[in-house]
């Protein structure tokens, strides 16, 4: 029959699918529907089946079938347009550019379909994102060819289809294999972990686990001995969300029948809405309304049948839905902690620690090796293989790590010996790729054994640091070139300070003074003429100005600092500071010549300024000793007081803490100038804290 057809008609059956329902073909396969009309109605009848097949695929194929003009504008789309985007064949035609959301990916729509028009070649395929008529967003792939009449380009055909859903789930996808990814590790960390340290890895675990999953509380609770208590015994609480563990110790089972009934099956509890538990879970939804719980999911732990206690997650701030993928794997979880907590593994419990490892060795992202004390690699997986730039291992393993696998200023001897000695070891290295280039990494490794204590290999990890080192080098350039404009602000600042109080001084001081003698003659000329008491006022208000002047003067920049040094600026600070707040103070100096760059004079004093306005407005202290001496090239300047004193472990010396931004200002100018900031402190033992910083070098030191 094709042989019969007409040569446009027979081009457009050549590749057609022999039956509706298999894969839709691409668009160059399918024939513009107009000229496919119009040469149906030159067709002899017996030709009407192979038409409806055509007209039965352009209407079901999946996705949308268009034609595009040689400019561009759509002049026919096929009716599933408004299935899959909202829109009506007449609307998408006419408005269709004003449906393109923002997207970025959409720059490159126009530019598609100029091409193809021009070249006449069809391109690859590629996405477009647009807004459905019910306002969400639609992601379209689009595949598009020029079509010929006369052999000349007449235009385009193309398919759309919508993959919104694909990339959703491709999206999920990505989250749940990083969240095995997590588990894989979180599983591997308890491996080796001796039993010691379980409540500190369960800790961490639970705080990896709830800051990945989002949520505000994480924690485990475990049956007594005779299942009719609940102990919380490990939570972990995200910043801001108050703990709950010492108000759950020794929950009656019978207090919560709901929700134990359902632990005890064994069974997964999941509310997404705390609000919408049923009536006869009231008890367990008032106590979770007290501690502002919105949802929850809990999931049973088991050890050799019975359920032992239960992990959960609560999420305060928010609801939160939990995918169904996602809950699956927390039992894995839960069979983690299970047997962690039981100090003990059955088979089956190692056969799935082997498993887990192979599965983290041939897919996780660090790399993992196996290399004899003399630098054979027995083992080494997939990531290794490729950070170290090889194509297999088979390359790899012809390769003597102790040879030729790291940098010379790697210290592989002391690595060495700290496995041998303490039987593990990590630090950070530098490792040589096949091409000489340098891969920073961090090693982790330790020392396996036979049953004679003779080492048979080093079992290690490697992860990349090298972009992290970068980075870091890159910090702490800029974090120097800001310590450096920090302190050259500083000294620019107490320089103008300087400049105004020596103006307030040598100027406006003297003209007030000058001013007030002028008064003083004339009052007796005034009081002749009864002017004296108004005379009086204005000289008492001369006075109050020259006193302000002068307290100005002082604040701005101490003269006592510059004409009489440091000491003698810090004993005047004292003195005052301490009058003012009724404090007294003690002033030790060993009175050595202590030589200091002015940037450094003017910085120790604003420190201890800063330090003094501390003690009188928080530290409630009765007392302040200071201390000034010289200890080899540097001078030593101590502040202690007996006040209440402060936490070391709570105080933020960061520059985002407001409260311990002047701190973090002394510390890291007094680091700038090669100095030191050391603060000693206990609550209810005063605050003892020590400035540091370098002497002026003389010029016979400089020329040694």
Known sequence: MSSDLPPRIRRGRKNQAPAAGTAAKTPDEIIPHQQAERALRELPAKYADWAEEQSFLLENICGFVYRRD??????????????????????????????????????????????????????????????????????????????????????????????????????????????????TSISTSFINLPSEEIPQGINR?????????????????????????????????????KPEIDHMQGLARQSIPWFAERILKPEIVYVPRVKDL????????????????????????????????????????????????????????????????????????LR???????????????????????????????ALVR??????????????????????????????????????????????????????VRECAKVIRDNNGNILYYLGTVEDITERRQAQKKIEAYQQQLRSLASQLSLTEER??????????????????????????????????????????????????????????FELSPPVLYELGLEAAIEWLLENTCKQHGISYELDSDDKPKPLDEDVQAL???????????????????????????????IQITIEDDGIGLDPAQLDLSPQSISGFGLF?????????????????RAGQGTRIILTAPLKKSPNSSSR
């Open 70 to 183: 040689t400019k561009g504008i759509f002049y026919h789309v096929s009716p599933a347009v408004e299935q899959i985007t909202g829109y009506t064949a007449a609307e998408w035609c006419e408005h269709y550019s004003t449906y393109l959301t923002d997207n970025p990916v959409n720059k490159h729509v126009r530019k598609a379909t100029q091409k193809a028009l021009k070249t006449g070649v069809k391109m690859p395929p590629f996405t477009a994102e647009i807004y459905h008529k019910n306002g969400s967003r639609v992601t379209l792939e689009v595949n598009e060819r020029p079509f010929f009449l006369d052999h000349k380009v007449a235009g385009i055909i193309g398919i759309a289809r919508d993959v919104t859903e694909r990339l959703r789930a491709e999206r999920t996808l990505k989250q749940l294999v990083l969240f095995e990814k997590l588990i």
């Open 205 to 241: 675990a639970l705080r990896e686990i709830g800051e990945f999953a989002g949520v505000d509380r994480s924690y485990i609770f475990l049956l007594s001995e005779d299942k009719t208590l609940l102990h919380n015994t490990h939570e972990w609480c995200a910043p801001g969300i």
């Open 278 to 349: 049923p009536e006869e879970a009231k008890t367990e939804k008032a106590i979770l309304q007290r501690q502002n719980v919105q949802s929850f999911i809990c999931v049973p732990m088991m050890l050799a049948g019975p359920a032992i206690g239960f992990v959960g997650f609560d999420s305060v701030r928010c609801e939160k839905t939990w995918p169904r993928e996602i809950i699956s794997l927390l039992t894995i979880v839960s069979k983690i902690f299970s047997d962690a907590l039981a100090r003990k593994q059955t088979e089956e419990a």
């Open 352 to 382: 799935k620690s082997e498993e887990r490892f192979r599965d983290v060795f041939e897919n996780s992202l660090v790399g993992i090796y196996q290399t004899t004390p003399d630098g054979r690699i027995l083992m080494a997986n997939p």
């Open 387 to 440: 950070m170290l730039g090889y194509s297999c291992f088979a390359d790899l393993a012809q390769r003597n790590l102790e040879e030729e696998g790291f940098e010379p200023e790697y210290p592989r001897i002391q690595f060495k010996r700290q496995l041998e000695q303490r039987g593990q070891a990590i630090l950070e290295a530098a490792w040589v790729r096949r091409d000489g280039s340098t891969l920073f």
């Open 496 to 553: 103008q300070r300087r400049r105004l109080a020596t103006d307030l001084h040598d100027h406006i001081g003297q003209l007030l003074a000058v001013s007030q003698i002028k008064l003083g003659s004339l009052r007796e000329i005034a009081m002749q003429a009864g002017w004296s008491k108004r005379l009086d006022e204005v000289r008492d208000l001369l006075e109050q100005t020259i006193q302000y002047t002068r307290s100005l003067t």
């Open 604 to 634: 120790l004093f604003q420190a201890v300024r800063e330090l003094l306005v501390n003690v009188a407005k928080h530290a409630r202290a009765r007392k302040v000793k200071s201390s000034i001496r010289k200890k080899n090239c540097n």
């Open 665 to 681: 200002n002394i510390r890291e100018r007094l680091d700038h100038l090669g100095g030191q900031f050391k603060l000693d402190s």
